[in-house]
């Protein structure tokens, strides 16, 4: 398993293999599972079904490394457009945003300027979120959250349990009091800076949850979110929250668009706060197979569309 993650993982890297893959009608018949479709208003349909059933939405837009000026301007255009259609349809989704899709290869100031256009378009009491990606942009992307977060209350970041710093970085941010997403972490990363073994990324991901938790209850947090599949550790912590008799709408979980749906709705209808991140957009390739890493089984799931009509 370990193997086909770390092989799976060097795919979703390669250029070769995404200017191919991208034409077969099998592999876009499997991307529909995870994404309800390439454009925007797709991705708002979605999201009103998603409502009907309590569910809510944070929309991202595929893209990630974006090489010149011109494309991240474009992509920092479309999410404020976005942002307008949100407010238009009061639905009340979020935005996650990637800082590599707004121009942090180019220039962390110029990215930075990116992401202040989007928050300051955001209302005052929707998130805006910022992933984290691959490990060598943990610092800048913290340092750019960190001084938006000044300004911007309503900016949230992702934090990743499989890091080791990521207790570290916890701690460092609690006094700014920032909103924050734990996930476990989707990217190949080697073993000086991330834990080799999964046992040991899900323990970490509990130790941090449980302080998330509390930091919560303490006012430190206004909104934390476990971005996570993991059903036996939603449990645990449903149980701890109801041990420490923090509110049911407190406990928030997020998760991606077509997994776990009975799950998602389940969360929602026992009071918690369910939230599914919408993906749409034609850039899909590294992200979809970073979600066959994840879950290698979808291999079969994909190769059985091989033959499918
Ligand atoms: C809302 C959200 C935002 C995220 N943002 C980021 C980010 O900014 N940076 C980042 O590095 N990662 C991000 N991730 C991905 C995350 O790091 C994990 O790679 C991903 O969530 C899988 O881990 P897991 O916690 O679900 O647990 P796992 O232990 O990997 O999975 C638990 C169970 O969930 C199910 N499952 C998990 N993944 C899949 C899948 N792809 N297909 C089908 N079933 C699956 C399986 O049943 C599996 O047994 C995000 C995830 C979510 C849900």
């Known amino acids: 398993m370990a193997l086909m993650r770390t092989m799976l993982l060097a795919a979703s890297q390669n250029v070769w293999l995404r200017e191919r893959a991208i034409k077969y009608p099998f592999v876009k018949r499997s991307v529909s599972r995870f994404m309800p479709g390439e454009t925007l208003e797709d991705a708002l349909a979605a999201a009103q079904s998603l409502r009907q059933l309590g ?7 595929l893209g990630e490394n974006v090489a010149d000026r011109h494309a991240a301007s474009q992509v920092t255009e479309h999410y404020l457009q976005v942002l307008d259609r949100i407010h238009q349809s009061e639905l009340g989704a979020g935005l996650s945003v990637k800082l590599t899709q707004l121009g942090l290869d180019l220039s962390p100031d110029f990215c930075a300027e990116n992401l202040e256009q989007i928050i300051s378009r955001e209302n005052k009491e929707s998130t805006v979120w910022v992933d984290m990606e691959a490990s060598n942009y943990v610092d800048v992307t ?3 959250y ?7 209350p309503n900016l949230g970041i992702c934090l990743q349990s499989y890091l080791y710093r990521t207790k570290k970085d916890l701690a460092d941010l609690l006094p700014l009091r920032p909103t924050i997403r734990l996930v476990k972490g989707a990217y190949k990363e080697p073993a000086d800076v991330a834990f080799p073994k999964k046992a ?18 303490a006012g430190q947090c206004p909104r934390a979110a476990f971005g996570t599949h993991d ?3 939603i449990g645990r912590l449903a149980s701890l929250v109801r041990k420490e008799s ?12 077509g997994i776990q749906r009975a799950e998602q709705e389940r969360l929602a209808r026992e ?3 369910s ?28 190769l059985r569309n091989v033959f499918a009509s």
Do not use: C
């Open 271 to 273: 009071g918690h706060r």
């Open 146 to 152: 960190k001084r938006a977060l000044k300004r911007h």
């Open 200 to 217: 040991d990324v899900d323990a970490n991901y509990f130790a941090l949850a449980q302080e998330l938790l509390r930091a919560k209850a």
């Open 246 to 257: 923090y509110a049911s709408s407190d406990f928030e979980v997020q998760m991606l668009y």
């Open 55 to 61: 569910v809510g939405s944070v929309f991202t837009h």
């Open 231 to 233: 059903t036996a550790l």
């Open 275 to 302: 939230v599914v991140l919408v993906a749409y957009g034609t850039y899909w390739y590294p992200w979809f197979v970073r979600r066959l890493a994840e879950r290698p089984a979808n291999l079969w799931f994909m």
């Open 142 to 144: 913290l340092d750019i």
